[in-house]
């Protein structure tokens, strides 16, 4: 803009009409240096008066016009230019001079910029990061075209129309005249006329977002490049395992095949690990024959003992394996051995809060009961005692876990599989001792963030049993993937500082968070891929609880209640113009307008909203790149109606209407609540399909993990259900225990299965209130004496963190 103004003033343009210019005031003389460059190659005014401040006469060449600045050469990107333009859009304050010689100056700059500059600025403004929301667009465009400008002169103000038809060749913008009553189009919706234009743009705009991906993200790969997986795999497998794909979807992506010869020691550990799992298995169905006969308890039990120690060398096994091949997990036979385990842990997590009487999951448990007796088959029938678990110490060892296995899942054939499954049945724990292991967690649409209440309880035992720190992301309600994943990212720069692996965990919209900071990092600077990568922090698993990274199918169902919603105001408005003056009409209509363009409309409406929808989500794993040796474990439920709370069933209805399925936990689909995307297929998200380890489908719906609060919506049918008594421990437990038992989460003490990582070195500073030394990563004061022995290894160490002080 600077070297514009140079221009303009060294009589490159030179204005006839001097006198006119020396007395305009600062408004009018910005619009008569203003729009000069890209306006007079056009010849088209675009001046509200009937002539032009003056002829312009220009000494460049319009063959220089054309050719220069393909790119851009402005200090303020599309981005940084739409942000400054909505806030001016979303100010209060209007009618001030200086926002509208602010808003001048900005289409003054990109007026300078080739036309792609500007179909990349009304790209942005729609959401931050330029996903394009076709509704923010539609909002903020409205409020552009009757961008007040009072302060200008009737002679000097712009006709914005005039404007952004020469920015969008082929585009006629339409006038809000024409729609009202009276009008040419007044039969006709002028919201859906700029919903129409804002969609174009976006269209327009696609080659812009494809080349801000390119310069502002790091790509690993290639479509075309191998695919990473377990070297153990061929590529005839993985058309096996990728067949609900269409056949022709793998054309030009090859499968990375490392070979290898049977007699390597990976081969080797492969068939050892798959003896020891069928070795297991044998002597837990003997085992399980025993229990029927002795009616034994499992640490009773002989046969049992044996069994256990057969699993546990078969887990050692497979750990084994994945420290010859970190990405031995994507292998089938892994992958089975994997969920039956994460399937063994959440029953033995149920188990233990009933027998510790935890929460209030008896109650839980024996109210599911009652009404799962009456509308379901493989649960303990009526006539017995309702009140089952209140006395869970006087019951059968297995018929306990058997009532528990029928109550909380709900496929059928997933319930009989776990029900024959001796790995369950055996209830086995992990070794005692820490993990070296963090959780940084991201909550769902409705969220205080980092002072959530989500799933305390179990995040406390969680702590005292097992010394997992959690660190929870400052997330906002209703916010967009970019906002979000920011705080994630901030949790996660928490994480590191403890020096320990960490996992994240998400729920519902925050696995969408989740997962877009994850490919934020991957695809970011050498600092925020050490973040995922570092010897001591990086990122070891996920998991994803009722993940909304798919979409779900209230957000074009509600896109689309809005646009009639609006549309049906539309025309109520105008058949109310025939009995209100037309200053009243005037107020409304810029009323309606700042209402849709503010910031609160912006942020939960476009912002938050937007993630549900399927764009949004295609958005996002189209340009996703994500870790191929982090494994994803995915908790999914089904509601019932003894197990929809009361202020869930318009939701619940809504949504069985819209998916023409009743599989789904009142907020998204069974079968998008998976950890790989669905409606999006390419390199990325086979590896993400290769992860995903998947999980069984529970009773339960997506309030499960919630307590406090949702209190204040409890009725007292959800009383009389115990609707929101769920069992907390399961959607954090099994995680996290089935990656510990495979070795993907070590051990901080000589339990770990696999190596054992170094203690976090500590930081040592001067208490100011006595004499003491206080550890920065530990946050204990010790005494001074000690503080020497705790500094002198790390002053000893030769490595390159220069940054303890003692």
């Not at 769902?444 to 097992?466: F, N």
């Not at 500082?497 to 729920?507: A, E, M, T």
Request: aromatic share 8%; hydrophobic share 35%.
């Amino acid at each position: 803009l600077r070297q514009r103004r140079v221009i303009s003033n060294s009589s490159i343009y030179q204005a006839e009409n001097i006198e006119l210019y020396e007395n305009l005031s600062p408004a009018g003389r910005l619009a008569s240096q203003g729009d000069l460059v890209d306006f007079a190659k056009k010849k088209k005014s675009v001046f509200r008066g009937s002539k032009r401040p003056g002829k312009l006469r220009s000494i460049v060449s319009s063959s220089e016009l054309e050719e220069a600045f393909l790119v851009g050469d402005s200090l303020l990107g599309p981005e940084d230019v739409a942000i400054l333009l909505q806030a001016g859009l979303a100010s209060s304050m209007k009618g001030s001079t200086v926002v509208q010689l602010n808003q001048r100056m900005l289409l003054d700059l990109m007026a300078s910029q080739p036309r792609i500059f500007a179909v990349a600025v009304l790209a942005e403004i729609g959401t931050p990061g330029g996903d394009g929301n076709t509704r923010g667009l539609t909002s903020a465009l409205m409020a552009l075209l009757d961008l007040d400008q009072s302060s200008f002169t009737e002679f000097h103000r712009l006709d914005m129309h005039e404007l952004l038809e020469s920015w969008l060749p082929g585009l006629k913008i339409p006038r809000r005249e024409d729609y009202l009553a009276g009008g040419r189009w007044a039969s006709q919706s002028y919201y859906s006329a700029v919903f129409g234009v804002a969609q174009n743009i976006l269209e327009d705009a696609e080659v812009y977002l494809a080349f801000k991906g390119h310069i502002q993200r790091v790509r690993h790969n290639a479509e075309k490049d191998p695919i990473p997986t377990a070297k153990e795999i061929n590529s005839s497998s993985i058309q096996n395992n990728l067949s609900n794909a269409e056949s022709d979807d793998n054309i030009g992506i090859s499968i990375n095949v490392s070979s290898f010869s049977d007699s390597s020691k990976l081969t080797t550990a492969i068939k050892k690990a798959k003896k020891k799992i069928e070795e297991a298995d044998n002597e837990g169905a003997k085992a399980i024959e025993s229990l029927k006969e002795t009616k034994q308890t499992t640490k009773e039990c002989n046969a049992c003992a044996s069994a256990t120690k057969q699993y546990e060398n078969a887990f050692k096994a497979c750990a084994d394996v994945l420290q010859l091949d970190k990405l031995s997990f994507h292998a089938d036979w892994f992958k089975r051995f994997y969920r039956r385990n994460y399937d063994a842990l959440m029953v033995k997590s149920v188990y233990d809060n009933v027998m510790n009487g935890d929460d209030e999951v008896r109650e839980w448990l024996g109210k599911l009961r009652e009404a799962s007796t009456k509308n379901h088959e493989g649960s303990m029938e009526a006539d017995k005692n309702l009140s089952f678990f209140d006395e869970p110490n006087q019951l059968n060892e297995q018929d306990l876990i058997l009532e528990i296995i029928n109550l909380i899942f709900f496929d059928k054939f997933e319930r009989e599989s776990i029900r024959q499954d001796p790995l369950v049945r055996l209830l086995i724990s992990n070794p005692p001792g820490n993990y070296n292991f963090t959780i940084v967690s991201a909550m769902g649409v409705i969220t205080e963030g980092s002072k959530g209440l989500e799933l305390e309880s179990a995040l406390k035992r969680l702590k005292k049993e097992r010394n997992v720190d959690t660190i929870r992301a400052d997330t906002g309600t209703a916010r967009s993937f970019e906002y979000n994943a920011s705080k994630i990212e901030d949790a996660i720069e928490t994480a590191v500082q403890l020096n320990k692996p960490y996992g994240l965990l998400g729920y519902s919209q925050g696995c969408a968070n989740s997962l877009f900071c994850e490919s934020r990092l991957n695809s970011g600077t050498p600092l925020q891929q050490s973040r995922l990568t570092s010897p001591n922090s990086y990122l070891v698993a996920r998991c994803l609880l009722f993940s909304a990274a798919n979409g779900s199918m209230h957000g074009p169902a509600m896109e689309e209640k809005i646009h009639r919603l609006i549309v049906m105001c539309e025309q109520f408005f105008k058949y109310q113009q025939g009995y209100c003056s037309r200053a009243f009409i005037t107020f409304v209509l810029e009323t309606l307008t700042n209402l849709m363009d503010s910031a609160a409309f912006q942020k939960v409406l476009i912002g938050g909203g937007g993630t549900f929808l399927h764009q949004g989500s295609r958005a996002f794993w189209r340009e996703a790149q994500h870790m191929p040796s982090v494994p994803t474990c995915v908790l999914r439920g089904v509601l019932e109606e003894h197990t929809t709370p009361e202020s869930l069933q318009m939701l619940s209805n809504l949504l069985t209407k819209h998916a023409s399925s009743p599989l789904h936990d009142s907020q998204v689909h069974v079968y998008d609540a998976v950890g790989h995307p669905i409606y999006t297929l390419n390199r990325n998200s086979k590896i993400m399909k290769m992860t995903d380890m998947g999980g069984s489908i529970q009773r339960t719906h997506h309030w499960s993990p919630l307590s406090e609060e949702v209190k204040f919506l409890e009725t007292q049918r959800d009383v009389d259900h115990g609707t929101f008594l769920c069992a907390k421990d399961r959607h954090v437990y099994p995680w996290v225990d089935v990656n510990a038992r495979f070795g993907f989460i070590k051990y901080e003490d000589k339990t770990s299965i696999g190596n054992v990582k170094e203690p976090a070195r500590s930081t040592f500073v001067r208490s100011d209130t006595d004499n003491s030394w206080i550890s920065l990563n530990q946050n204990q004061a010790i005494n001074p004496t000690n503080a020497v022995d705790h500094a002198m290894p790390i002053l000893n160490r030769r490595d390159t963190d220069t940054s303890s002080k003692v």
